[in-house]
Nanobody
Framework: QVQLVESGGGLVKPGGSLRLSCAASGSIFIFSLYDMGWYRQAPGKQRELVAT???????NYADSVKGRFTISRDNAKRTVYLQMNSLKPEDTAVYYCNAARQSRGLNYWGQGTQVTVSS
């Protein structure tokens, strides 16, 4: 069984920073073969892509976070990170970690971590 566990969320003031982590576990889960991503869902809105990093470490970002957020991965620790700088109130949402291996039709989600940006 695969588990993705997010951590690092919390309350931060506008302009502040947070780093989210997502640790993957599972005896049959080969982390390095998965594309990893962060998504978020604000109240009353649909879940949206924030950033992704492929197994080959190519990255992609939503326009709204480009230049402020950085996604990275540590295959040895089976962990993906999201460094969030210059946070804005509109970044407030539940942030979810995703692991996908499209060639095998595999897709996993974490339980989410709340990020609140408020003064």
């Amino acid at each position: 069984q695969v588990q993705l566990v997010e951590s690092g969320g919390g309350l931060v003031k506008p302009g502040g920073s947070l780093r989210l982590s997502c640790a993957a576990s599972g005896s049959i889960f080969i982390f390095s073969l998965y594309d990893m991503g962060w998504y978020r869902q604000a109240p009353g809105k649909q879940r949206e892509l924030v950033a992704t990093i492929t197994s080959g470490t190519n990255t992609n970002y939503a326009d709204s976070v480009k230049g402020r957020f950085t996604i990275s991965r540590d295959n040895a620790k089976r962990t993906v990170y999201l460094q969030m700088n210059s946070l804005k109130p509109e970044d407030t949402a539940v942030y979810y970690c995703n692991a996908a291996r499209q060639s095998r039709g595999l897709n996993y989600w974490g339980q989410g971590t709340q990020v609140t940006v408020s003064s």
